[in-house]
């Protein structure tokens, strides 16, 4: 960047080269929604019958290892932990 001018400089810098994915096509944000509601009650539901039919404390401890295996891995592979990339510069 040191030895470009100023045309060469904007055309490196033009907006829809910028790797900020505004012009990637998404899929139906309605779908999504709905999709998250019925995999949200089909949840709650299992849930509900997973704790009912829970009878000693051994099938506790299962099920706690169980949310906490998932959480870790939820927290392991979300979109916020350091080196995720979500630190990019997007945009100007």
Do not use: C, H
Not at 1 to 7: G, H, K, L, S, W
Not at 16 to 34: M, N, P, Y
Not at 74 to 87: D, E, F, L, M, Y
């Amino acid at each position: 960047m040191a030895n470009t001018d100023i045309t060469q400089r904007a055309q490196y810098e033009r907006s829809d080269l910028l790797a900020g994915g505004e012009g990637i096509r998404r899929g139906s944000e309605k779908g999504a929604a709905v999709y998250s509601v019925i995999a949200l009650v089909i949840g709650a539901a299992l849930a509900y019958g997973a704790l009912k039919t829970i009878d000693n404390w051994a099938q506790w401890v299962v099920l706690g290892v169980i949310v906490a295996f998932t959480v870790a891995v939820a927290v392991a592979i979300g979109p916020n932990r350091k080196g995720a990339g979500s630190q990019f510069k997007v945009g100007r």
